[in-house]
C-alpha cells in the first residue's frame, strides 16, 4: 500500500502565477481533505472531496479550489498566487463511513515557495 | 465549533526521563480525539487516536493519551523519551473519525541527550 502520494514534492512560483497540486488517496479511502500548514503553526482546512463534490470548506478564498476524480484523486488549484501563500499543502484521505479505519491519513505534502 | 488549545510551544526533557504533553480542547458535540506527530520536513503521521470506549489509548512505540470528559484534555504521555522521539507534535479533534480534523498549534519536543 503506498499510501498517501502527493506531487510535486517542492514547488516554486511567482506572486500572481496559478499552481495546481496533486494528490492519490490511500487504497481503499474515497474521501480527500486539504491542509495548508505556514511555518511554525498546525495545518489549517482548506476543503473536503467526497463524491467528486466539496463536502466542507474552510475559511479560505475562492483563489483556492479543487476537484476529485472518478479515482478518487484530487487536485488543489490556486490563482493569482500571494507571497502568503507560502507554505506546506499537505493532503489527506480517509474512508466516509461508521466502521473502524476511516480515519484520515497524510501524505507527505508539496512546498510551495512563492516569491 | 470546536478548537484545540496546546498549553507549551516548547518542550526540552532529558533523554530518558518522562513527558506530558497538553492538549485542550472545546466543542459543542461529541467529538474524537487524535493525536500526530511530524517529523522535520515530512508529512503528518497519526500517533493515537480517541474514537470511543476506554479512555486511555496506547500508541505502538509507547505513548499514551487519556481523554477525560470533564475537563475537556487529551494529554499525551510518555514514561521515558528517546532521542528519536524529537519532533512535531498537534493535538487535533474531528466530529467524525473521517471529517475535517481541526489542529491545535503543535508542541515541539526536543529530547536532550
Known amino acids: 500500500d503506498a499510501g498517501v502520494t502527493q506531487s510535486p514534492t517542492h514547488l516554486i512560483k511567482t506572486r500572481g502565477q496559478q499552481v495546481t497540486l496533486r494528490c492519490s488517496p490511500k487504497?481503499?479511502?474515497?474521501?480527500v481533505s486539504w491542509y495548508q500548514q505556514a511555518l511554525g503553526q498546525g495545518p489549517q482546512f482548506i476543503f473536503q472531496y467526497y463524491e467528486e463534490e466539496e463536502r466542507q470548506r474552510g475559511n479560505f478564498p475562492d483563489r483556492f479550489s479543487g476537484h476529485q476524480f472518478p479515482n478518487y484523486s484530487s487536485e488543489l488549484n490556486v490563482n493569482a498566487l500571494l507571497l502568503g501563500d507560502s507554505a506546506l499543502y499537505l493532503c489527506?484521505?480517509?474512508?466516509?463511513?461508521?466502521?473502524?479505519?476511516?480515519?484520515?491519513?497524510f501524505g507527505q505534502g508539496t512546498r510551495l515557495t512563492v516569491v | 465549533a470546536q478548537s484545540v488549545t496546546q498549553l507549551d510551544s516548547q518542550v526540552p526533557v532529558f533523554e530518558e526521563a518522562p513527558v506530558e504533553l497538553r492538549c485542550n480542547y472545546s466543542s459543542s458535540v461529541s467529538v474524537y480525539l487524535f493525536w500526530y506527530v511530524q517529523y522535520p520536513n515530512q508529512g503528518l503521521q497519526l500517533l493515537l487516536k480517541?474514537?470511543?470506549?476506554?479512555?486511555l489509548v496506547e500508541s505502538i512505540n509507547g505513548f499514551e493519551a487519556e481523554f477525560n470528559k470533564s475537563q475537556t484534555s487529551f494529554h499525551l504521555r510518555k514514561p521515558s523519551v528517546h532521542i528519536s522521539d524529537t519532533a512535531e507534535y498537534f493535538c487535533a479533534v474531528g466530529r467524525t473519525s473521517y471529517d475535517k480534523v481541526i489542529f491545535g498549534p503543535g508542541t515541539s519536543l526536543s529530547v536532550i541527550p
Open positions: 480517541y474514537l470511543s470506549g476506554s479512555t
Open positions: 487504497s481503499g479511502h474515497d474521501t
Open positions: 489527506a484521505s480517509s474512508r466516509t463511513g461508521t466502521v473502524r479505519g476511516t480515519e484520515a491519513f
